[in-house]
Each structure stands twice: as C-alpha cells, then as structure tokens.
C-alpha cells in the first residue's frame, strides 16, 4: 500500500505556472505508475497525465498536452506535475494517485486527499 500526499497548489492568475507534488509513503514507491487526476466543482473527474514506473513512458490528455509535464524522482518518491500556460477551466482539485500498472484514465489504486487549484481570469 502507498500513501500520498499532494501540495503545491494555489491561487494563480490566467497565463501563470504551478508546479504540483505528490509525496509517497513507503519504499515501493518505485514500483507504482503514477497519475493526476483533477475534478471540478459539479464535474466528474478528469485525467490529465500518467508517468510509467521508471519515467520511460509518459501520456497526457488533449486537454493538456503540451501546457503540462509529468516527471518523478524516486530517490525522493516523489511525482510532480507542471502545469503553464494557466487558463480558468483549470481550476480544480488536483489528484495524485498511483497503481502498479500504467493507467490512462482514472480507475487507479491508491489516491492523495487532493490540492485546490484555482486560476483567476
């Protein structure tokens, strides 16, 4: 079992970055597949990138790709997710959640307690 925690999040404006992290407990952390997940107010949660177990393999949703990064430093157990290019339908509370298998979607294992996001026009 792994537990996560996630920080970072904020109040940014329109056109700003953030850099999101996400803390695992334990010493498999390595072993997990990692992902964000984010859901906003009154809308069903949303998958936005995944990152294999060694990094090697990484997938971002359209609704993303090319304004995020996912990366991770297991020495640190430790994923991160960079988000530029900041518009308001980015506001939500962002998710990171891991599994021992690679997952586009959001059927994952193992879930963090979530970091707001809000991004002001």
């Known amino acids: 079992q792994v537990q996560l925690v996630e920080s970072g999040g904020g109040l940014v404006q329109a056109g700003g970055s953030l850099r999101l992290s996400c803390t695992a407990s334990g010493r498999t952390f390595s072993s997990y597949a990692m992902g964000w997940i984010r859901q906003a107010p009154g809308k069903e949660r949303e998958f936005i990138a995944a990152i294999s177990w060694s990094g090697a393999r990484t997938y971002y949703a359209d609704s993303v790709k090319g304004r995020a990064t996912i990366a991770r430093d297991n020495a640190k157990n430790t994923v991160y997710l960079q988000m530029n290019s900041l518009k308001p339908e980015d506001t939500a509370v962002y998710y990171c959640?891991?599994?021992?298998?690679?997952?586009?979607?959001?059927?994952?294992?193992?879930w963090g307690q979530g970091t707001q996001v809000t991004v002001s026009s």
């Open positions: 959640a891991a599994d021992q298998n690679f997952r586009v979607g959001t059927t994952y294992a193992y």
